[in-house]
């Protein structure tokens, strides 16, 4: 609204001129233009642009915005306001945690049954102890409902009877019939008739998991048959049950997760063989039983896979991977984490699957990256256009191999982990700055042998000589040899220090054009963590990135309250901050950097002794949206302040703080 002043020529009189005053008004922009707008802010921006005023708020609801978006929250009567807010959407995800027998959690199922049950797309129950009284009463009204998470209610399955009256199947059949995906994981007492009855509700089904399940995949020596095979059982879940479900739904299943089941190479190959089913995704996580003969007969039946999960399947080898290279040509996501057999065999075939988007190897410790660069050299066009790459705590990949395949991905890599690549120097962290421009998370954790100056993308020339420091002109005499020096220990790579950073090094590092860290300007994730030689030099002058959410600098004993200020000051999007470990922060640094971090969520501080109680009352004033705090082991905090933060913060959920004020209160909530 502006205000003007409208006078004559021979009025001077300052009091007129305000009685004569017009108020002109600014109309608003249209709701279409300010949406228009919003789409090209990222989430956590449009989040806050819509505090700006109601116009800008109701642009930010537009269901443009809304896709995919899962609103949490406690069985409690706060939430039951919310909920009745909710029913003014078109459609919304939903999950209630703390669900437990008592009348606060069924008055709110009961509210979200009256004002959602037509809207409500996606449900979850995590962490509850609900009654099949009050999930019978819910599920009937769910009538647009595609996801149900079912994720360890054991109280629901515990004694058998869960849709056991026909008239409950008939209602809850009406309601589910569309339902989409099923999550069924961690259920102890999920029965074959249990299974059938809610499967039995659901005929449609894309997506189903049983993980962690127990599953009977043995055969019952007496009978000869598997466990089941005569009649269904009240205690487990049959593998004839199983197989009978992926042969009713066939038309529709595309997805399957069986991760840490007992599941057997036979009992694969069994769900594998069944005619007509055509799986698209299969995760089979910590599957220990499975050996390559399995993963063979999988590929053979199974050749459309797209996603396939067989991280930490220890028994399997090469020869799986040879096998998938082999016979999965429209796979786009891999998982081989921890499959600890696996060598270098195979992975150059692998990396010829033009259509491969993600490849893990994480904990593969045999990968040396040689394999990886020959298969993606000697492709050309037809070689995998990864997007995301784990090589974390492949101790064998060294700087030529980092090298390489920053040049042979520079195009498409958007997520890259060398966590624990211990022989990762700086010479790699120029390359990906140099090659991988496009990078949106990158985690050097624990690579010690990163320093200030692979970071700033300068070269050192010389290094630091511990002798010369401490004045050792030469090898020692001894009595027996003189001057020979035998006696001399031959200097470790880890004992050469790296030489410091001076201000000439930074303002010559501010007029090059070279390939610092800087240049990945998308970065969203970054972690430095346990890279001990980094200091505020690099830190303060390179993590300087606007889009940034993730930031992990915990272990880095050199850093200050100058590298917090500085992070907070050019990285104002943070939602999560890492700094346990590093004994340089302080209140003062807190201080400096709190106001600017009003997005931050989750901010871990452990044994950071200099931060104090003062700390507490700055993150009260200015992250009202902490989420998770982790202060254990700060001894100069007192629970009384404790207990003040987490009656003032709203959204306070986990706070971590054993130990604190050198005492063990044992305390995590």
């Not at 040396?368 to 990949?397: D, F, H, M, N, P």
């Not at 209140?587 to 871990?604: F, K, T």
Request: overall charge neutral; hydrophobic content about 40%.
């Amino acid at each position: 609204m502006v205000r003007g002043c409208h006078h004559n020529e021979g009025e001077a009189d300052m009091e007129d001129c305000h009685e004569e005053e017009d108020m002109i008004e600014i109309p608003e922009l249209p709701l279409e233009i300010i949406v228009y707008i919003l789409r090209f802010l990222h989430a956590s921006d449009r989040k806050e642009a819509s505090l700006v005023c109601r116009s800008w708020y109701y642009a930010s609801q537009d269901l443009h915005f809304q896709k995919n978006v899962t609103f949490c929250v406690p069985a409690s009567a706060s939430s039951l306001e919310m909920i009745r807010g909710l029913g003014k959407k078109s459609r919304c995800s939903l999950i209630i945690s703390q669900l437990d027998g008592f009348s606060m959690s069924r008055s709110l199922l009961l509210e979200v049954g009256l004002c959602l049950g037509s809207k409500l797309e996606s449900l979850s129950l995590p962490g509850s102890s609900i009654t099949e009284a009050s999930l019978l009463t819910l599920l009937p009204r769910l009538t647009s409902l595609r996801r149900l998470d079912l994720r360890g209610l054991d109280s629901l399955f515990m004694s058998g009877a869960f849709l056991s009256r026909e008239e409950h199947r008939q209602q809850v059949r009406s309601a589910l019939c569309g339902l989409e995906e099923l999550d069924l994981s961690n259920l102890r007492y999920l029965s074959d008739l249990t299974f059938n009855r809610l499967t039995g509700c659901t005929p449609h089904l894309r997506r189903l998991s049983l993980a962690g399940c127990h599953i009977a995949f043995e055969f019952d020596p007496y009978r000869g048959c598997p466990v089941g095979a005569v009649k269904d059982s009240s205690a487990l879940l049959s593998l004839r049950n199983l197989r009978k479900l992926l042969t009713e739904q066939k038309s529709t299943l595309v997805a399957l997760d069986l991760s840490r089941t007992s599941i057997t190479p036979e009992s694969l190959r069994t769900i594998a063989q069944v005619e007509g089913l055509v799986l698209e995704e299969l995760c089979l996580h910590g599957c220990k039983e499975l050996t390559d003969y399995s993963m063979e007969v999988l590929v053979k039946h199974q050749p459309s896979l797209h996603k396939l999960d067989i991280s930490a399947c220890t028994e399997l080898t090469s020869r799986s991977v040879e096998a998938i290279a082999q016979g999965l040509k429209a796979l786009t996501h891999l998982s081989l984490s921890r499959d600890w057999r696996i060598t270098e065999k195979g992975l150059a075939e692998l990396l010829c699957v033009s259509s491969l988007r993600s490849l893990d190897l994480s904990e593969c410790l045999h990968v040396g990256g040689t394999e990886i660069v020959k298969g993606l050299s000697e492709s050309g066009a037809a070689r995998a256009q990864l997007e995301t790459l784990s090589l974390k705590s492949c101790t064998y990949i060294r700087d030529l191999a980092v090298f390489s395949l920053t040049q042979l991905l520079g195009g498409t890599l958007r997520e890259l982990d060398l966590t624990s690549c211990v022989n990762v120097t700086d010479l790699s962290v120029r390359a990906i700055a140099t090659y991988l421009q496009r990078l949106v998370v990158l985690r050097l954790g624990w690579c010690k042998e990163v320093t200030d100056w692979g970071l700033l993308g300068m070269v050192e020339t010389t290094k630091c000589d511990p002798d010369q420091e401490m004045g050792d002109k030469g090898p020692r005499f001894t009595r027996t040899f003189g001057n020979m020096g035998f006696f001399k220990p031959p200097r470790m790579p880890f004992e050469d220090r790296p030489k410091l950073v001076t201000q000439n090094d930074l303002q010559q590092f501010k007029q090059q054009a070279g390939a610092s860290l800087l240049a990945l300007s998308r970065l969203q994730e970054l972690d430095l963590s346990a890279c001990p030689k980094l200091t505020d030099s690099s830190i303060t002058q390179v993590v300087r990135y606007p889009e940034l959410h993730r930031l992990s600098l915990s272990m880095l004993p050199e850093i200050s309250d100058a590298s917090l200020a500085s992070v907070a000051w050019h990285c104002r999007s943070l939602t999560s901050l890492a700094l346990s470990h590093c004994p340089g922060i302080s209140d003062h640094g807190l201080a400096q950097a709190a106001p600017y971090l009003h997005r931050l969520q989750h901010l871990y501080l452990s044994c950071c002794n200099n931060i104090t109680d003062r700390s507490l009352s700055l993150l009260v004033q200015h992250c009202r949206r902490l989420q998770t705090l982790d202060i254990s082991r700060c001894k100069n905090i007192s629970v009384t302040m404790v207990d003040v933060l987490q009656s003032k913060l709203p959204f306070l959920e986990n706070v971590h703080y054993k130990y604190i004020g050198g005492a063990d209160h044992n305390l995590s909530l």
